[in-house]
């Protein structure tokens, strides 16, 4: 299907964002994060929900192009204990980021004590791994669980089963590596009610499965779900406050651009 929406002016010699913001660590104490956005080309999984597409490109770019946007955001960004490299898509898919440089980001951030990218479960293995081993700092990785409400998760287009993230969430596990889920508050086909009782369930599946950290967002329209209403915010604080109070590992809400 063509989009209508046209893409927003990117480049690949920048990144697409670069910022720091406080969060809780597994060790209970709030330290600030370094974040970074790279330019990459599209992620192949064009999922209902993900409008991360806009701030793509449509090619992939050269070796060495997302080391380069890394090496230069790490020298505008303030000394931290933690890295998020974000790509709006999965940082071990080759189209987006190279290999080789995946490892030369390694090299640049071994001071770092936690590094956090985002990854579809489907693309979990060996180069995975291999990383893992080779990086310095501990490896967390953020997986899209979204919803384990069965009758909306096969309309996402995620190209994912709940068998598939619980897969690679034991991997990861077996190889000492740290796994965070992201989780939807009303995804399309909900109603209200029906979006905090398959947000709760949703942080219910993660944890029992091995899931420390869930990050809990509200859906926002894409291309082709303008009827879409978002969820309310006392909805997303609802199910926020459900996971916190089962004190099994941190949840926190991400409220986009909100103030």
């Not at 080309?41 to 793509?56: A, H, I, P, Q």
Request: charged share 25%; aromatic share 10%.
């Amino acid at each position: 299907m063509q989009r209508l929406t046209v893409k927003n002016i990117v480049t690949e010699s920048k990144a697409n964002g670069a910022f720091s913001e406080p969060e809780l660590t597994r060790n209970g104490i709030v330290e600030d994060h370094n974040i970074i956005l790279t330019t990459n080309k599209e992620c192949s999984f064009r999922c209902v929900m993900c409008d991360l597409w806009k701030n793509t490109l449509d090619y992939r770019v050269k070796d060495g192009a997302i080391a380069k946007q890394v090496k230069n955001a790490l020298n505008s960004l303030p000394k931290a204990k933690h890295l998020k490299l974000y790509n709006a898509g999965s940082f071990f898919d080759r189209q987006s980021i190279p290999k080789p440089d995946t490892f030369e980001i390694a090299d640049y951030i071994q001071e770092y004590e936690t590094l956090i990218v985002e990854v579809h479960p489907k693309l979990i293995g060996k180069p995975c791994f291999e990383f893992a081993d080779y990086l310095q700092p501990q490896l967390e990785v953020a997986m899209g669980l979204e919803t384990v409400d069965p009758k909306v998760l096969p309309r996402l287009n995620k190209n994912m089963t709940l068998d598939d993230f619980e897969r690679a969430t034991t991997k990861l596990l077996e190889h000492n590596i740290f796994v965070r889920a992201f989780i939807l508050v009303r995804t399309p086909w909900q109603t209200e009610e029906e979006g905090i009782y398959w947000a709760k369930a949703s942080i219910d599946f993660a944890q029992s499965i091995g899931v420390e950290c869930c990050t809990v967002i509200p859906t926002r329209p894409n291309e082709g779900m303008e009827d879409f209403e978002p969820p309310l915010p006392t909805s997303v604080e609802e199910v926020v406050a459900y996971g916190q109070a089962k004190g099994n590992g941190r949840v926190f809400g991400d409220t986009w651009d909100a103030v």
